[in-house]
């Protein structure tokens, strides 16, 4: 994800921040740490290595938004007699367009053309010498 901000006039203090998509281990523990923020148990029936698997290309803030999806007060009530299943997330990321490699590689090459990008790259090619 790229997060900009500008300030002053003609976007001077301009700041563009790449934000990379989280790997494997990232999402496993996203979505262990948000289903259990949001009032649900972890269960034996809840296979978060697929969810992990299954939701490469997505952000935090999609899982998160699937999460609160299928974590409603009403589900949460059901859960000691029906604990959660990887499949009850599947449609809420479904409904959600991820950001594919080719995306990414698309916004570090339009950021690499940038004036700031094109600064970082000269300290960085200084730093390696």
Known sequence: ??????????GRDQKIVLIPRP????RYLLF??????HGGRLAPTLDLSSLAK???????GHVLTAVK???TERRIQQLQRKPLTAAEFVTPLARIDPIYKEEE?????FYDKTTMG?????LLKGEEE
């Open 1 to 10: 994800a790229v997060v900009s901000t500008q300030s002053g006039h003609y």
């Open 23 to 26: 790997d494997y281990a990232s």
């Open 32 to 37: 262990k740490e948000l289903i259990t923020r």
């Open 54 to 60: 299954i939701s490469d290309g997505y952000t935090p």
């Open 69 to 71: 999806h299928v974590l």
């Open 105 to 109: 590689e698309q916004f570090k090459a």
């Open 118 to 122: 094109k600064k970082r790259a000269q």
